[in-house]
């Protein structure tokens, strides 16, 4: 499985942006998917996470109520729809698929690129 993680930039406190992860090879579908960010100077931390199926969901405290992550197994892609975005946010933002359903990026078995996630305040 390959991961290409797209939709990121400069963006004012406030306002939205919505990640892409687009996934290559029929096994896509069959992986939890996750997000993850890293911020200068900062460990990646988790940020949301989506079963295989798209029927369960959980985030990070810091970003609950303002991202929504979600899944198109037709399209093999996962989002990340970001809202009330704060300077706190910004991050290098990593997509990640795993066999398991879990918050450590050790659990994740394939990470695309990361896509740089920047807001002013």
């Known amino acids: 499985v390959q991961l290409q993680a797209s939709g990121g930039g400069l963006v004012q406190a406030g306002g939205s942006l919505r990640l892409s992860c687009a996934g290559s090879?029929?096994?896509?579908?069959?992986?939890?998917q996750a997000w993850f960010r890293q911020a200068p100077g900062k460990e990646r931390e988790f940020v949301a996470i989506?079963?295989?199926?798209?029927?369960?969901?959980n985030y990070a405290d810091s970003v609950k109520g303002r991202f929504t992550i979600s899944r198109d197994n037709a399209k093999n892609t996962v989002y990340l729809q970001m809202n009330s975005l704060k300077p706190e946010d910004t991050a290098v933002y990593y997509c990640?698929?795993?066999?398991?359903?879990?918050?450590?990026?050790?659990?994740?078995?394939?990470w695309g690129q990361g896509t740089q996630v920047t807001v002013s305040s």
């Open positions: 990640a698929a795993g066999n398991r359903w879990g918050y450590s990026e050790n659990e994740y078995i394939y």
């Open positions: 090879g029929r096994a896509f579908r069959n992986y939890a």
């Open positions: 989506i079963s295989w199926s798209g029927g369960n969901t």
